[in-house]
């Protein structure tokens, strides 16, 4: 047998005991188990919230915490969540790790540090208005159409007559964005 073969194989052997003796640590053993599983998400999660999202920890309660960028993409996530479910539980049997249930959280992706998740850019919004200079009082709207969206709202039954202030409130604002952000766009640059 040559020198170097044995060698590896003696190295080898000798590595095979340090791994088997570090398995038999449980705690240890369960956080390779969920370091591996949680290696699967971007298959679980998909291509659209892979960098937006990460499994954070598995609760005594085997609930799957996983940390969203923002509350929308915990919202989004909440809506698939029997379906992520399922597939989490694919590669989590193998392991022998039981999710019974997962609870997407942005509150966590903010307190973690940079390090620990990409940080999240939120994507450029085509449709977000450049408001610096708005001022809804300095805004005009025809009196005929504002009367006919006093009526419009004042004819919503289910709402209370608070929530119809506001609804008539919010739209009357957005009447104002909108013609101030036309107004802005029309006039000519210096």
């Given amino acids: 047998m040559d020198k170097n073969k044995e060698i590896l194989y003696s190295d080898f052997t000798s590595l095979g005991n340090v791994m088997s003796s570090v398995l038999q640590n449980p705690n240890l053993k369960q956080g390779i188990k969920k370091a ?32 969203c960028a923002n509350a929308a993409v915990s919202s989004e996530l909440t809506i698939f969540k029997q379906d992520i479910l399922k597939k989490i539980k694919v590669y989590a049997a193998p392991l022998g790790i039981e999710i019974s249930d997962i609870n997407f959280s942005h509150k966590i ?24 200079n708005f001022n809804p009082d300095t805004i005009e709207l025809d009196p005929k159409e504002v009367e006919a969206i006093k009526k419009s709202v004042e004819n919503n039954k289910f709402a209370t007559p608070e929530q119809r202030k506001k609804m008539f409130d919010a739209i009357i604002l957005d009447l104002k964005v909108q ?11 210096p």
């Fill in 36 to 67: 591996s599983l949680f290696k699967f998400w971007s298959k679980v999660a998909g291509k659209k919230f892979e960098k937006y999202s990460k499994p954070d920890s598995i609760t005594p309660a085997n609930v799957l915490i996983v940390a």
């Fill in 109 to 132: 992706w903010n307190s973690r540090s940079k390090e620990e998740y990409t940080e999240y850019q939120e994507p450029a919004n085509p449709y977000k208005r450049d408001l610096t």
């Fill in 179 to 189: 013609k101030y952000d036309k107004e802005r766009k029309n006039r000519p640059t």
